[in-house]
Structures are given as C-alpha cells and as structure tokens.
C-alpha cells in the first residue's frame, strides 16, 4: 500500500510539469480543439498507436482500459514518456524548421483485486501552439497590411482506470477521466500606414469537465501458442460546458484610444462521440501483429465562429467533420517462446522488441470551407530490456516517427519524431520468504 501510495504521488508530480507542456507548432493548432495528442505509450508509439486488441501483462495500454485485467498480481508497473520533435514547414517556395520537446504522459498500472486492474495518469488530449504572420500590400497603394496569429495552451487529462477481466478470454474496462485546460488564440492585423487602425482579436475558453471511455477485449487461443484477440471502444460525447469568447479591441490611429467589445456563447464547446475496433494475432509473446480503426464524430457537433458582418460569436455547423484513422504494426521478438518468457535467453539483441507501424488519418476539421490536411504516419522502434539483479522486465521504449501532413493549397508539414518511453516493471507485491 506504502508503494501505491508512492507511485500515486509520483505520477502526480510529473502530471504537473506534463501539464505546463505544449507539444506543437503547427498553425493548423488554431483550429478546433487543437491538434489532437496522440494518447498512445511509448511501446505502441513503435507501432504508430496501435492499441485497440493489444494485451500485455508488462505494458500500460491506456487505449483500451479492458487490457488493464491483464497484469499480475505482483506487478507494478510505471511508464512515463518525453518525445524530441523536429517539424519542416513549407507553403509554396517558403521553408521553415520549427523545434520543440516535452514531458508527454505519466501512467501507473497495477492489480487490486484478483482479474481486476487498476490505471491511473495524465496524457495530453490537445495542443495548442502556433506563432506566425503574413503581410500583404493593399491594393496597388504603399500600405501594407500584416496579420499575426498566435496561440498556446490545450486540454490535459488525468484518469482512473479499471479492468475486470469477467469470464476466461472476456475483459471489461473503463476509464474515468478529468479534463482541463485553457486556451487562448489572438489574431492581430496592422498596417504601415500611421492612419489605420489596429485591430486585435482574442478567442479564449477555459475548460473543466469529465470523460469516459469504455473498452471491451474478447481473446480466442487458436492454437497452442496462438491468440486472436478483439478490442473495442466507446468514448462519450458530451459537451464541455466551457464558454468560449472572443474580445476585440480597435486602437485607433490618431489618438491612440482603444474600444473593446466582447462576446461569449455558453456551454459552446463539446467533444464527439467516438468509436474504436481492433484486431490482433498473437504468437506467444515473439510475434503480435494487428490493426486499428477510429471515428471521431466531429461532424455532427457545432463549433463557435465569428461572424464577419454582425462580429457576433455564433454558433455554425459545418466547421468540424468527422475524422477517420486506420492503424497497422507489428512487433517481433527474436528469443521469445510460447506464452512464457525465456529466461535462459541473454543475448540483448533477442530480447529485444522490433516494432513497426503505419497510419492514415483524415481531418477533423474545415478551413474556409475546404478540408484540413490529411495526415500520414510511419514509425519504427525497439523496446530494449533494462537489466539489473533483481530483473531484466523493465523496459526502455525508443521509436522513430515521421509524420506528413498535407492539404492541397495549404501548409505541408513533416514532422520527425523520436520517443522515449521507460517501463518500469517491478515485482513490488511479491513476498519474500526466508528460510
């Protein structure tokens, strides 16, 4: 209990430094929610967040809460991840290199009563972050305009999670989650002519609400050593019952003066109901193959827009749309054998587990009108064993990921991503017998 107690209050503690983290610098963090966080650990991030059917004993799978029935009775295990990304930004003949790297999610996991497992964390749910500007000449004039966009902030997610595993082969799960957060997006436009006005627009909301997410797990031997499992997921819809607003304040050009007028629509922002399916093979534990998919009804939710003409927050259908995403990966263990793991194997590079994965995903939402950029992901990874003389379980989770995202007529982005996870896996609840 001292030990549980003790993880409880370290999750926490890099909660709040993974809190204070924005994850991005992509431009298309202005829209909706905010680019979505990818919510996988650092052992599916090798296989591009394939998660939905996986089940494992040594490893925290916060996609689906139904694996969680999988870990021991002496098992503690504790995960937290950073990731190093290096992101290209090009528009036409226009290049630029953006950098950034953060504390990205802190999760603990371990069995509470027989077939009945607990998680508890925090993981990113979106990222807002963005800093730039374009300036234009006005008609065949010297005046030039310039806007400037910037914005940071995004929604966290601390949760509780369960996993009861109800009859052999059929697990239930559920994961109970807090959101929060704040974000704050301003749009400035000015000039060069000393006689017009500056204008600059603030979009702001705090946010402070639940979530829950249901998952279920069906796992069929076919085999001696063969495994086919089933996972699937339901995540609530709901709205947030935040307030977004948005304030605009015109300096005048003369004098100096500035006007604001402000607007807010209540309970204006809502998160979609969302579904998930899996499939997996299993053999043993040397290879695991399997593939996702995801629909997020984005679609079907109104978003807040300003209106140009009455410069009213108005409520408009249209702006969001249902987002696709499909998943395949792999992972392969070379000194694996059968449902046991073989100790009597010590070369490293046996042990060692090579992942792989690919993934597709489709927008969540439109600019003026047309989709936003499609997005396409490849990665590679190892989980390599930590050894020590107590044991050899823990792990370190390293993976490669290139993102590209791409709309036509909009900024392309390729993203070069390296995670680094550490899973440590102990056997705090053994007991010990002296002789």
């Known amino acids: 209990m001292k030990k549980t107690i003790l993880v409880s209050l370290l999750v926490g503690a890099i909660c709040l430094n993974v809190s204070a983290q924005s994850g991005t610098n992509s431009p298309y963090s202005q829209y909706g929610l905010g680019t979505l966080a990818d919510q996988s650990q650092g052992f599916n991030r090798g296989m591009s967040g394939l998660g939905y059917a996986l089940r494992s004993g040594s490893q925290v ?4 809460p139904a694996s969680y029935s999988a870990v021991d009775s002496l098992t503690m ?3 937290v991840g950073l990731s190093l990304q290096i992101t290209n930004f090009k528009e036409g003949d226009r290049k630029l290199n953006a950098r950034n790297a953060n504390i990205e999610y802190a999760v603990a996991l371990f069995r509470v009563l027989p077939k009945f497992g607990v998680s508890v964390g925090l993981l990113p749910y979106t990222n807002v972050g963005y800093d730039y500007s374009a300036t234009e000449r006005i008609s065949n004039s010297n005046t030039t305009a310039t806007q400037t966009y910037s914005g940071s902030g995004g929604i966290h997610q601390a949760y509780l999670g369960l996993g009861w595993n109800v009859v052999s082969g059929l697990s239930l799960g559920a994961n109970f989650s807090y959101l929060w957060g704040h974000y704050d997006r301003f749009a400035k436009v000015t000039s060069n ?5 500056t204008i600059n627009r603030n979009y702001c909301a705090d946010i402070s609400s639940y979530k829950i997410d249901l998952g279920v797990q069906w796992e069929q031997p076919v085999g001696k050593s063969d495994f086919v499992t089933l996972g699937a997921t339901v995540g609530l819809g709901h709205k947030l019952g935040a307030d977004p607003s948005v304030n605009i304040t015109t300096t005048n050009a003369l004098n100096g003066t500035k006007n604001t007028i402000g607007d807010t629509i209540s309970n204006g922002l809502s998160i979609p109901l969302t579904i998930g399916g899996g499939l997996a093979y ?12 995801n629909l997020q009804k984005w679609g079907s939710l109104e ?17 969001l749309k249902d987002r696709h995403k499909f998943t395949v990966g792999a992972e392969w263990v070379p ?30 939402y439109t600019i003026n009108g047309k989709d936003g950029p499609k997005e396409l992901s490849v990665s590679v990874g190892l989980g390599i064993p930590i050894f020590n003389e107590w044991n050899s379980r823990s792990l370190l989770n390293i993976s490669g990921q290139w993102v590209h995202t791409s709309a036509k007529d909009l900024i392309t982005e390729n993203s070069f ?3 680094v996870g550490i899973t440590f896996n102990e056997r ?8």
């Not at 705090?428 to 002789?435: G, I, S």
């Open 335 to 364: 000194g694996e054998a059968g449902r046991v793991l073989n100790e009597s194997v010590r070369s490293i590079f046996k042990r060692i587990h090579y992942r792989v994965g690919a993934s597709y995903a489709t927008p969540y």
């Open 428 to 435: 705090w609840f053994q007991k010990w017998k002296v002789k």
């Open 77 to 79: 295990l504790f995960d």
């Open 282 to 293: 299993r053999h043993g534990r040397k290879l695991t193959v399997g593939v996702d998919y």
């Open 193 to 197: 002519n000393s006689y017009v006005n």
């Open 61 to 64: 799978n916060v996609l689906n």
């Open 417 to 419: 991503r390296i995670n």
């Open 303 to 319: 978003y807040p827009e300003l209106s140009e003409t009455s410069q009213k927050y108005v409520m408009k259908s249209g702006l």
